[in-house]
């Protein structure tokens, strides 16, 4: 017998709030399509550990806490313990839910882009208003030379809406990206669909 397709989703920055009503969306929506095996990789909290329970009867969609919230760590987990999972489970997408990605392997990756906050020229402004340019390098510039180098490298790009992706062009070149809109308000079918 074939063993399913899997597609890891690496929910390891989902913590609280919007984020976690929206991953329990896609959840939602890995439970109806039983092609696939899914994977979920989050840190354990106690918002995390509820989809468990919530989820555990469906055999299609399993979960992988991580207990070590530091930054270093997820850099690493995401890099080399990704490498494991993606080999023993019959990886062949991985859905970077919290915006990152990993350098260590080449099966085909899709980002999510939550917010444009970091590529915001307009965050850049309040920070010198205020004539606090080491925290602006510090909370601002560093995080956003981070996610620019990610998405450099990345193909495939999930936003919500056209915005976001001429957000993006300010800071980087997009025509080489394909860019999906995939709203986490609506469910219908319609709410997924490619730009040209």
């Not at 009867?57 to 399993?62: E, F, I």
């Not at 919290?98 to 309040?126: A, M, W, Y």
């Amino acid at each position: 017998m074939l063993r399913k397709h899997s597609v890891l989703v690496n929910a390891l920055g989902v913590r609280n709030s919007g984020a976690l009503f929206v991953l329990n969306k896609a959840i939602r929506e890995f439970v109806s399509c039983k092609a696939y095996r899914y994977i979920v990789i989050c840190h354990l909290c106690e918002n995390t550990s509820e989809f468990k329970m919530k989820y555990e009867k469906y055999r299609h969609v399993d979960f992988i806490f991580v207990d070590n919230n530091s930054f270093w760590y997820r850099l690493y987990y995401e890099n080399f313990k990704f490498l494991e999972v993606i080999d023993r489970k019959n990886v062949l997408l991985v859905y970077n839910f919290s915006g990152s990605i990993q350098f260590t392997h080449e099966v085909p990756q899709l980002v999510k882009v939550h917010n444009l906050l970091f590529f915001s020229k307009r965050l850049d402004t309040v920070y010198f208003k205020k004539r606090i340019f080491f925290t602006w390098i510090k909370q601002v510039f560093l995080k956003r030379q981070v996610l620019k180098l990610m998405m450099r490298y990345s193909r495939f790009i999930e936003i919500q809406s056209p915005h976001v992706k001429n957000g993006l062009a300010d800071f980087m070149r997009i025509d080489n990206k394909v860019f999906y809109i995939k709203s986490d308000v609506a469910i219908s079918q319609r709410s997924f669909s490619l730009i040209v």
